[in-house]
Structures are given as C-alpha cells and as structure tokens.
C-alpha cells in the first residue's frame, strides 16, 4: 500500500471492522433498467421494466443519508427515460438532504436544455458515455439507437456545452473493448475538455452480458490487461484520464438496484441482496459485498461537487 494510500486509509470515514456500522458514503442508484441504446457490453440490461414509486425512492434515499450518504449517482439503463423522476430525486438530495454531490451517468440522447433548465441547478456533475469517436465504432459497440443513427458523438459534445454553460461538470465515460482498443482519442479529449476521463477495460458479469440468462454477449469484446495498458499509454498525457480496470470495478461500488437492494458481485454476477427499504440500511449492507479498501484504491477521494473548495486532501468521493 503506498504511502499515500495508507494516510487516505486513515483520514478516510469508513469502517475497516465488521462489527462497526459501514457509512454509505457514496451510492449509485439505478433507478430502472430501460435503454434505448444496445451496447453489447451492458451490464445493467432491460431486464425488466420495474421503477419505484417516487415517494418510495425518497424514503429509500432519506434513510441511506440518515447513514451518512454524502453522494448520489444515478446510472441506468437511461435515466433520461424518466427525465422527471431523476429530476425530482436531484431536487429532494439537494433541497431535503443536503446532498454535497449529485451524478448522473446517462449517453447523452435524451438530455435537453429544457431539463437543465429546471433541474441542472441540482446537478453536480454529468458523466456521458463515450466509447469511440469513430461513428461505425460507436455501432458496432452497440453505442446507438436502433442501431442506425449516427450522432451520438455530436450529442455528446452539444451535451458538454450545455453543462458548462450552466456550471455542471462534465465527465466521459468509455469502455474499452476489442473494438476501440487501437483507438487514439487524445484530440477529440482535448477539445471536449471534461473534468475527468474516466476510462474501463470492459467486464463480463454473468447473466448480464454472458451466461445463459444474460440478454447480451459481452465475450468477443473482452480485451487483455495488456490492450488496456496500451490504450492507456497512448492517451497518458490527458491529465483527466482515470483508468478502471475489471478487477477495481467488480466489487468497489455500492451499487442499489431498481427495488433499491445492493447488487452484489463478489461472485462474477450480480446478486440482489435484501431491500433497504424492507430491513433498513445496515442489514441491506451486509448483502453488499462491498469492497471498502477497493473503493480508496480506485480514486475516491478528491474533488467531486460542483463548487470546488473541496482539497485533494480532504475526504472526498468518486464521480
Ligand atoms: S447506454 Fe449502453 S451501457 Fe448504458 S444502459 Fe444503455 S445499453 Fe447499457
């Protein structure tokens, strides 16, 4: 463990022993698994069509910051599907909790000025999904509606400005898969300036995106730890750039599904644990199988909110 790492450890909020209470400091909240994209390496798939009712959520979301939630992330399927749903849970984590970040992960199709207009004020930082800017790339990665249009990387620049304009930060995402492992990305990262690149070698999860029960298959795709260190070589002078490998992301995220259960994915898949809003926050953890020291190792502490007062140094959480 470096140096750095071990005074993180120890300045850092969170529970090393079992037996005391884990402070869920940051979650990421699927809210509901429909998309309108095809990415072949999804691993949050349409599995179903369920979504709490919002009174229901807010319930869930108050009682995780009574246990000391600072940050909420919502991913998908599209959140933008249910563009007032995410809306009203940013409102109520910022006017209700006080709430020092809100995220959202979504691929920049369905985000409009209108929707930033009302709710970009509770927004912290919008990530968007960005895998290739080689049209046909972004296609062949499923990266595309119906599989026809084509302009998915023009969105996510017009997106990035839109967020500026209204202060919210900005931050890419791209999977890294056999497609896009050559790929030299740097002038395209230049020019769309994002606070962090945030890049992942792509993941099988089992009944996702391989396995009998999964809905994509995910296994030509799969690139060597070698092909990702390369695609990483090449882009090392964008200081925004973030690596993930599959071995940090497996288990280092407290992920709550659309019932609100801990999806837990010590096991290669992801297994639903009990509900909070059924047994309460601390019971629903322990079905977690949450990767504590993973979750510092892989960067999370440093500037997350919109305001930047937050020093490296501080306690702070990925986004
Ligand atoms: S954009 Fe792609 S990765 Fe994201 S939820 Fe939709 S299909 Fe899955």
Redesign the pocket.
């Given at each position: 463990m470096s140096w750095l790492l071990e005074n993180i450890v120890s300045i850092f909020p969170l529970s090393y022993k079992r037996d005391e209470p884990i402070i869920p400091l940051s979650v990421n909240y699927f809210p509901h698994r429909q998309?309108?994209?095809?990415?072949q390496?999804?691993f949050?798939?349409t599995k179903n069509l369920e979504i709490l009712p919002l009174e229901d959520a807010k319930r869930g979301l108050r009682m995780l910051a009574d246990q000391g939630m600072k940050k909420l992330n919502i991913s998908?399927?599209?959140p933008f599907l249910k563009p007032q749903f995410i809306g009203e849970v940013f409102r109520f984590c910022k006017e209700e909790l006080g709430l020092e970040s809100c995220s959202v992960v979504n691929?920049g199709s369905r985000v409009n000025e209108k929707w930033l207009d009302e709710y970009g004020q509770y927004l912290d930082v919008m990530a968007i999904?960005c895998d290739s800017f080689e049209p046909e790339t972004n296609v062949k990665q499923?990266?595309t509606e119906n599989g026809r249009r084509k302009d998915h990387i023009s969105r996510v620049f017009e997106v990035a400005q839109w967020c500026r304009e209204r202060g919210i930060k900005v931050k890419i995402n791209s999977v890294i898969t056999a497609n896009n492992w050559e790929e030299d990305m740097n002038e395209q990262i230049k020019e769309l300036a994002p606070e962090r690149w945030k890049v992942f070698q792509v993941l099988l999860l089992e009944g996702e995106n391989t396995g009998e029960s999964s809905l994509r298959d995910a296994r030509s795709l799969v690139i060597t730890d070698e092909q990702f260190k390369y695609f990483l070589e090449r882009h090392q002078g964008q200081t925004c750039l973030v690596p993930e490998s599959n071995e940090a992301m497996k288990d280092s995220y407290l992920n709550l599904d659309e019932k609100m259960r801990f999806l837990n994915c010590e096991s290669g898949g992801k297994v639903p644990g009990r509900s909070i809003l059924d047994v309460g926050v601390q019971e629903a953890l322990k079905d977690s199988g949450w990767n504590e020291q993973m979750f510092v190792h892989r960067g999370g502490v440093f500037d997350w909110s919109r305001e930047t007062g937050r020093a490296a140094s501080e306690p702070g959480l990925d986004w």
């Open positions: 998309c309108n994209y095809a990415c390496f999804c949050h798939t998908g399927g599209e691929n999904s499923g990266r």
